[in-house]
């Protein structure tokens, strides 16, 4: 691995490791240009990762402070943990399901398309399907995706005969196990799912798609990649002209180190992303760095979600197998007459007994939940992702009076369920129970949304600078050599899960970037 100067300003400076920034990374040193990578998190390993719930939670997640508010359920559950997302090599690409669906043509032009829904603040992507098709196909090319590139799907546990088995009934007609970036055969110098049922906790045979074992060891071996673990950045700086010049950050020996850098991209989720730049104010930019529009921290999306767990007479045990091979998208387009707007997918999900007892009914106890821990064995368990609705009053602030490890403000996330998402997660919650129904269930329950995994939009694409904070090449309308590399730029949400299109986007990211600094525009 190479090593670079502090005062090297010749350099890439990529803020995180994971869909975004590992990507990113790796398609930049491809292209001989030297990259430097702060990842706020330890370096793990497929022999490191432990199958154990609870304590690959402390060693994977990011625990670091922050507070919650506003009217969802999350806020009353999980008031400190709004999001759970990782802080490792890799970030959430360690802990991810591997769910790998493209966005669909509509869900790009919502506003378009939707028209003007009440309390909703739509905006069309300033980019089309068409444009990121390419980019789609190289994505799905690079993680190994199924049912792509004549990769076969995985095979059906016994959660998905189920889901199977009662959505046929009910009518449905695309129900698969899924686009999944998880070797269903060897591949790219990994093996095939070896059908652990640990997706959650880190994949240690290397069949999932990971930043940490693909991504990061290809640019390392460029000669142009240089890691820098446990490195917490808190600050970016620029000059006088109002161009990043670098940025501070935290060694892991708790040392403030600055490094200089040509272009700056930042790829911290949308949590993280925001709050860095909203922490990088100055004189020159009172309200945090590339926010002229004020939309920095604006916007959240975290999916409509919910899930419903189904017990039978038989064992099911499903918690073996792949965990989210096993999907019904013919809930995914848009049909106003169900009453919202936007679409959901149902994807087969089960929890180990650790995390089952904390989320099947957080805070609860008593008969009924005790009925349902007895029958674990026998549950069949399914998640509900579905669009929500971008509103300028879900955002991430930084909260005044809590300060982080490093003395630093800590980010609050607020965010309340607009009317049509509580509509979508209804009628969702309502077909879950009929398709188990359906296949035979005795007794369903729902359970209402986990901590956030699917973070976007708090740094959106717009094609008008007073509309969002990025343009199409998620370059910032305000300063040209600062990029925001993750999913905070998702102008809308779609109903998919949203690393496919990470990715797309950070490897189309990295062709404009090499571009531009070859033209010596940044």
């Not at 959430?92 to 769910?99: I, K, P, V």
């Not at 509509?106 to 003007?116: I, L």
């Not at 935290?250 to 200089?260: A, Y």
């Amino acid at each position: 691995m190479a090593k670079f100067d502090y005062n090297d300003d010749s350099v890439v400076v990529i803020i995180g490791s994971g869909a975004g920034g590992g990507t990113l990374a790796n398609e930049l040193c491809q292209k001989g240009i030297k990259v430097v990578s702060l990842e706020a998190g330890a370096r793990q390993s497929q022999s490191s990762f432990i199958n154990d719930e609870w304590k690959s939670f402390s060693q994977l997640a990011w625990l670091d402070a922050r507070t919650t508010s506003g009217s969802w359920r999350v806020a009353k559950d999980f008031a400190g943990l709004p999001a759970w997302i990782c802080k490792t090599v890799g970030g959430t690409t360690t802990h991810w399901a591997g769910a790998s669906l493209r966005f669909q043509e509509h869900e790009f032009r919502t506003k378009s398309v939707y028209g003007n829904v009440a309390g909703a603040n739509l905006l069309d992507w300033p980019v089309t399907l068409d444009e990121l098709a390419p980019y789609y196909a190289k994505a799905e090319n690079k993680m190994g995706v199924t049912r792509t590139n004549g990769i076969p799907g995985l095979p059906g546990n016994n959660n998905f005969k189920v889901m199977h088995a009662g959505a046929t009934k009910l009518g449905y007609k695309e129900v698969h196990t899924g686009n999944m970036a998880i070797n269903s055969q060897p591949r790219d110098g990994r093996g095939r799912c070896l059908q652990l049922g640990f997706c959650f906790q880190g994949c240690k045979s290397g069949a999932k798609w990971s930043t940490l074992y693909t991504e990061i060891p290809k640019a390392e071996a460029t000669g142009n990649f240089e890691l820098r673990p446990q490195s917490h950045v808190t600050r970016i700086e620029h000059n006088a002209a109002g161009k990043v010049t670098g940025v501070v950050y935290f060694d892991k020996d708790g040392k403030e180190q600055r490094q200089k850098a040509r272009v700056v991209c930042v790829a911290g989720n949308a949590i993280e992303t925001p709050r860095l730049l909203l922490m990088s104010e100055s004189s020159k930019f009172k309200d945090g760095l590339a926010n002229s529009s004020g939309q920095v921290g604006r916007n959240y999306m975290r999916h409509m979600t919910g899930s419903v767990y189904a017990a039978f007479k038989n064992p099911v045990h499903m918690y073996r197998g792949t965990t989210m091979a096993g999907i019904v998208r013919d809930e995914a387009a848009h049909n106003p007459s169900r009453g919202f707007v936007g679409g959901y997918e149902l994807e087969t999900l089960s929890l180990g007994i650790p995390f089952m007892a904390a989320f099947l009914n957080p805070g609860g106890w008593g008969p009924e939940f005790a009925w349902w821990m007895d029958h674990y064995t026998n549950l069949a368990g399914m998640w509900l992702v579905g669009e929500d609705m971008p509103r300028e009053t879900n955002r991430v602030t930084l909260n005044t009076n809590v300060k982080d490890q490093y003395g630093n403000y800590a980010p609050n996330v607020h965010f309340d369920d607009h009317d049509n998402d509580i509509a979508m997660r209804n009628h969702a919650f309502t077909q879950a129970e009929r398709i188990y129904g359906a296949a035979g269930a005795i007794k369903t329950f729902r359970t209402p949304p986990y901590p956030s995994t699917h973070n976007m939009g708090t740094c959106r694409m717009s094609a008008r600078p007073e509309d969002g904070v990025v343009n199409k090449w998620g370059q910032s309308h305000d300063i040209s050599n600062l990029f925001v590399s993750d999913g905070s730029q998702f102008t809308t949400g779609g109903a998919e899960n949203p690393t496919l299109t990470i990715v797309t986007l950070a490897i189309r990211q990295a062709d404009q970037i090499a571009k531009l600094m070859t033209e010596k525009a940044l």
